[in-house]
Every structure is written in C-alpha cells, then in structure tokens.
C-alpha cells in the first residue's frame, strides 16, 4: 500500500508562498500513526504555516498533504473530526463558560454522551472547579488546560499542537506535557508538537525535524541529533542549526 | 473515535451547536440584548412622532397613516437582518474563535445556517417589543398586514441574508479590515431602495438600478398596500426573482472569498 496512505500525516514538496515570500520551500516528511515527532525552528521557520497546511487551514502553493488518507485541504471533511489542534493563534469565546464551550466544541464534532465527556476530561484535567466560570475570567494556566480538553474531546488520532505550553509557568507546563504522553500512550494518537522548548521536545518527541527559512534543516530522533552534534542538549544542537554550524566537526566550543 | 457520521454531509446537529453558542452568548449581556431594541425604538418613535407632525397638516400624509413608521419597521428588519448575521459572525473574530470553528468538522455552510437563525432571533428579540410600541404610541399594527407582511418580510430577510454572506466573505478574506463594511453596508441600500419616498423621485437612471434591488420592490409595495389599499403580488414575486439572483451571487463570491482566503492565510490570522 501506499506509505503515504498508511502513515498518519505525509507531507511531500510541501511549498507555499505569499506574495513572493516563501514560508515553506519544499519540505517532505511522513510521521508514521502513534508517533509523537517535535517540529523545531526559530521565529519564521515555517512551522505554523506547515501545521495550517496539515489541518487544510491554508492551501499549499504545490505539494500535497495527506492526514489518515485524507487530502488536505480538498478531502478535509473526511478526516477532521478525526483530528483537533491547540494554538496560540485562537481562543475560546471569553464570556461563554467552560461547559458551554466544551458543550458546543463536543456537539460540533459529534462526540457521543457529551456531558459525560465533559466530566471525564474535567476530572482529568483538573477543570471541575471552574466548569462554570467564564472562559475569559480564567488564569492563562487555566485556558490552557481547558485548550487541551477542547483538543482532546473527540479522542483525535491526529493532535497537532503548537507551541501548547507558551506563556505557562514550569511546574503547569510539566503538568500539561505529562497529560500529553498518558494521552499518546492510552490512545496511541499521532502528535505533531511545533515548540520553541527544547526541554519540552527532548522530553516528549521520538523524532524531531528542524526548519529553517522554510525548509527542513535536520530530521531525526534526539538522540542520533545529539550524538551527530556533539551536543549535550538539542538547544545547542537548535543553535548550531540556527547559526549555520554543520555537524560535530565545526561545533562551537 | 468520534461523529465520524455526523460529519459527513449536512449537519443539523452541528448547526444547533452554532446556535446554542450565540445563544449563550446573548443571553450572557443584558446590554447586547438592550442593544436589539434600543435603536429600533428610538427610530419608530421619532418617524412616528414626525408623522404624526406632517399628517396634521397634510391631507395625503393624513391619508396613508403609518407610511413612515410601516417604512421605519420595513427598514429594520432588512438593515437588523444583515447586522445580527454579520455581527454573529464578527464575535467569532472579535473572540478569535474563526480557526478554531474552521478546523473542525462545522461546514460553511452550517455557520451560514446558523447565522441565518440567530438574525432571525436577534431580529425578534428587537422588533416584536417596537411593533408593539408603535401599537400603543400611534395605533399602528404592522401585525394586521397579515399575509403581506410575511412576503414583505421573506424578501427582506433573504436580501439581508445574501448581504451578510458576502460580508462574511469579505472578513474572512480581509480580516478585521473589512469590519467598517459590515457596519455601513446596508445604508448603500437605503437612498437606493427608496425607503421613504417612491422610485419615481429618482433620476430616470437611477431608476434602473433601484429596480435591480430587491427591497425596492418591498417598498413599493408597503406603500400601495398602506396608500392605496393594494397587495401587488406581482411586486413580491418579482422581488423573489431578484432575490435568488442576489442570493446566487452572495454565495458564489463567499465561495471564492474563502477559497483566496484559504491562499492568503487569513483564516488563522483573522484579526489583523
């Protein structure tokens, strides 16, 4: 069969310009299903873009992507209540509460015994508390949680999450990575993570592809970058690629 | 996993969603609940006191009672109509909801759905109290039109809905920028579709374009249902005609709107 189709996200020759601006300039890359992979970059690299073409939110320039066999964006409708996502880029309606939110998100992807989802994630996530409250009267700690279990009421076999832990203090933000890896393990989901926190992908991620100005500089498991670096962390190894240092033999001190 | 069913096709269930998150969020502010009466009121009472003026001096005015505020309340429901869709779909900008919303199953035309019965609602909620009103302040039932008044106010609806697809268009192609359209669009309408006064006071060429509108027709006809004491059918029939027209082409270029917005990358970024 097709790798393309049996893998849960192919991207191939991936391109998209605006205006003449590149943001992605040809990438390919397939993650296989159950994967957790870590998409690295500075500001500008091009992960969000390439994240806005997996979920069929931004037409690629040329290239394809194919999520659980789908097309995207022309076949979206097959697959995206099979997906969910988390970003910076979008918030929940402030004045509604929680429970409505999640109410309304969990009626639009057609989750069964809603209220009993709500419950169950509530319970897990720690949002009993507050189900009630007002979305916007809530700490930024607090959206976030309530951000992943909008992502995660439809069981997605396809999570993209970018940058999930921004703006959140270390110990919520630990919290928020641990909820991720049960998730992974109990669902056997494909998690497509775009941070800027190399602890958070040294952590979590099997396999990291790092952009740069649109394409991907490097693509491998943290280990095998560590060793072929010389580095000790995959920040040095990040800065490396930033800055234009090629591997091991050119490595700062 | 979840709704794979429910998400093929049409959706009634996603589009009861969609209502029920507008719901929520009116009844959630007691000023934006105000905000659907207020305007109206304030209108019907100063056209109608105004009326009130011009017919005790004038033997036609005194004649075809109610023009004014039939005009007023006509008005409302086609300028109210476009502004609760447009502005429904505004709150999703405003709240930065619209990639949330476009990344999960709802289709577009589910929002479209759901947009279409919240004006229905928000206009309701304004203009059942202010007919009312005008019942109590001038003895004029805008009620007792009975079967014109439901074809005055489909032709209306419909044109009001066409204009707030295209809006709706536009601010997702050109983000927050095309806010200002969604507010004023409506008032192009207004000199053009001859509210107040008949189409004969246009220039000739004007003319032209007016009959291309369909609330012209509306307006025509409220005026010689209050003046002359006839329903023109063939005025409503022709105003459908210009409303499937209008309709087509609302949606077409909503279509393509979405489509260049897709290209453009505005769909997550819409608040710029």
């Known amino acids: 069969m097709d790798l393309a189709v049996t893998s849960a996200i192919a991207v191939d020759a991936l391109v998209k310009r605006y205006k003449g601006v590149t943001a992605v300039d040809g990438i390919s890359f397939r993650l296989k299903a159950g994967s957790i992979i870590g998409l690295l970059g500075g500001n500008g690299a091009g992960k969000t873009t390439t994240i806005a073409m997996i979920m069929g939110l931004v037409m690629p320039t040329s290239g394809t992507v194919m999520v659980l066999g789908a097309r995207m964006p022309k076949e979206r409708y097959r697959v995206l209540h099979r997906m969910n996502f988390e970003s910076p880029y979008v918030d929940m309606p402030m004045r509604l509460t929680v429970r409505q939110n999640l109410s309304v998100f969990a009626q639009l992807y057609g989750v069964p015994d809603i209220d009993g989802r709500i419950a169950n994630l509530a319970a897990e996530l720690n949002l009993s508390e507050f189900l009630d409250r007002p979305t916007g009267k809530l700490s930024a700690g607090q959206k976030t949680r309530v951000s992943l279990a909008k992502a995660l009421l439809n069981h997605p076999e396809v999570l993209l999450l970018d940058e999930p832990t921004a703006s959140l203090d270390p110990d919520t933000a630990d919290w928020v990575r641990a909820r991720l890896e049960r998730y992974r393990s109990e669902h056997g989901a494909t998690i497509l993570l775009a941070s800027h926190n190399m602890t958070e992908v040294e952590r979590l991620c099997e396999r990291v592809i790092i952009m740069k100005k649109g394409r991907i500089e490097d693509d491998d498991t943290p280990q095998h970058l560590l060793s072929r670096y010389g580095r000790e962390t995959l920040e040095q190894v990040f800065l490396d690629v930033a800055r234009g240092r090629s591997q091991h033999s050119e490595v700062a001190p | ?272």
């Open chain 2, 1 to 272: 996993m979840t709704g794979s069913d429910a998400s093929i096709g049409f959706s009634v269930n996603r589009v009861s969603a969609m209502v029920r998150r507008y719901w929520y969020l009116l009844r959630s502010s007691w000023p934006r609940i105000l905000d659907l009466i207020y305007w109206p009121a304030v209108q019907m009472l100063m056209w109608g006191f105004l009326q009130l003026y011009v017919s005790q001096n004038s033997g036609f005015f005194a004649q075809a009672s109610g023009v004014f505020i039939g005009a007023v309340l006509l008005w409302d429901i086609l300028f109210r109509g476009q502004l609760g869709f447009s502005i429904c779909f505004l709150e999703e900008m405003y709240a930065r909801n619209l990639g949330n919303l476009m990344m999960s199953p709802l289709r577009p035309i589910e929002l479209i759905a759901a947009l279409m019965i919240m004006s229905i609602v928000r206009l309701a909620i304004g203009m059942v109290p202010v007919s009312l009103l005008a019942i109590a302040f001038f003895g004029f039932n805008l009620w007792s039109l009975g079967f014109a008044l439901a074809a005055f106010f489909v032709n209306l609806i419909l044109t009001s809905w066409a204009v707030g697809i295209f809006v709706a268009g536009l601010l997702l192609r050109n983000g927050m920028g095309a806010e200002g359209m969604a507010w004023t669009i409506m008032f192009l309408f207004l000199p053009l579709t001859c509210v107040y006064y008949p189409v004969g006071v246009l220039p000739h060429w004007l003319q032209y374009v007016a009959w291309a509108l369909p609330p012209t027709y509306v307006f025509e006809g409220m005026r010689a249902l209050l003046i002359d004491h006839v329903f023109r059918a063939d005025l409503m029939l022709e105003a459908l005609a210009f409303n499937v027209i209008l309709f087509a082409i609302a949606s077409f270029a909503f279509l393509k709107l979405l489509a260049s917005a897709r290209v453009q990358g505005s769909l997550l970024q819409g608040a710029d």
